[in-house]
């Protein structure tokens, strides 16, 4: 009755943004993300009598939003299972969380995964795709190793993800930029994203047309179109995003700075690299694992103040006996 998975978190290069039902997250498009190796979850689930539902989080019970929303995900849980015992559950991430670096996806992902298997239930896949998928969209995709396709789908049953590649030589640097959590959760801000942007239902198109694409350049292991499809999309994600209301912003003085330098290292030095940013503040680079030094030194060198997590490609979330408790 007890089990512990650690999930990677999935960095989207075709991006998730706006569902069109906000019950299920339905997706109004589909995405593609890659596993990223050095930022993991590690959870542990016990159902029993001696239990009162509760979720320490990094060490605290948790409080406020993360509190309801992991209440309203256990209701989800037992609604789809009929499984009622109560549950204990404890959560550590070896990165900041909620500050634009997916911890929903890896935290979602390995409760999801624990539940199913500290319940005792058979269980593939698409069962915890679709289960992580009730808990944040992203997650979805946490099950996978390498690159995943979350596919849209029409209903719960239809919408979840598959595994499209296994890992290649990519590294990604994520550099870290603001520490702090996000000043508006990513559900809530794609919502309203859906009311106010004039550009929000273009952009979904946008990415449906670019799956395809993407998808030809994993296969083909062609890494310009893969760079270019995905800095792409994060801008148009981001110009969606700037025009939500009279402007979110997720992104501050020193995340553009760094997007860029981005294309300067790729302009001028000539080494290939792009980016990719989510909600925070935080920006991804993609690059060959052979040219991670020098990107990464050329970013240390102009930005001191910021930190680099440098990481490969990581794998599908997976069962531990190493217990939090
Ligand atoms: O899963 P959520 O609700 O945290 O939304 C994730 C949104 C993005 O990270 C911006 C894009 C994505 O596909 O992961």
Redesign the pocket.
């Known amino acids: 009755m007890k089990s512990t998975v650690v999930a990677c978190s999935?960095?989207?290069l075709?991006?998730?943004?706006g569902n069109r039902d906000d019950t299920l997250?339905i997706p109004i498009n589909d995405?593609i993300?890659v596993s990223l190796e050095d930022l993991q979850t590690t959870t542990t689930v016990e159902f029993g009598p001696k239990h009162a539902d509760s979720l320490v989080l990094n060490g605290d019970p948790a409080k406020g939003e993360a509190k309801q929303r992991f209440e309203q995900f256990i209701s989800h849980f037992r609604k789809l299972t009929g499984f009622r015992k109560p549950v204990r559950v404890e959560s550590v991430n070896n990165f900041p969380t909620a500050a634009?670096i997916?911890s929903?996806?890896s935290g979602f992902g390995a409760l999801s995964h624990a539940l199913y298997d500290a319940a005792g239930f058979e269980y593939q896949i698409p069962e915890i795709s679709k289960l992580a998928r009730l808990g944040?969209?992203?997650?979805a995709?946490s099950p996978i190793a390498g690159y995943a396709h979350w596919y849209a789908g029409k209903d719960h049953e239809t919408s979840f993800a598959t595994q499209l590649a296994l890992a290649d030589d990519m590294r990604i640097l994520v550099v870290l930029t603001d520490q702090s959590e996000k000043f508006i959760?990513?559900?809530d801000a794609?919502q309203l994203s859906k009311r106010s942007s004039p550009f929000f239902t273009q952009r979904g198109v946008q990415s449906n047309k670019n799956i395809s694409q993407l998808k030809q350049a994993i296969e083909d292991h062609d890494f310009s179109l893969l760079g270019k499809i995905s800095q792409q999309e994060a801008n148009n994600?981001h110009a969606v995003i700037n025009t939500t209301g009279l402007g979110l912003y997720y992104w501050n003085p020193t995340s553009l700075a760094i997007m860029k330098y981005v294309n300067v290292i790729r302009e001028e030095y000539e080494i290939p690299c792009y980016y990719t940013i989510?909600?925070g503040p935080q920006i991804k680079i993609l690059m060959k694992s052979d040219q991670a030094n020098a990107v990464q030194e050329l970013v240390e060198d102009k930005f001191s103040m910021v930190e680099i997590i440098s990481t490969s490609i990581g794998f599908g979330s997976k069962l531990s006996d190493l217990h939090l408790f």
């Open positions: 999935n960095l989207a075709i991006k998730y943004w997250n995405s993300s634009g997916a929903s996806s944040s969209g992203s997650a995709r959760s990513s559900i794609m994600l989510d909600a």
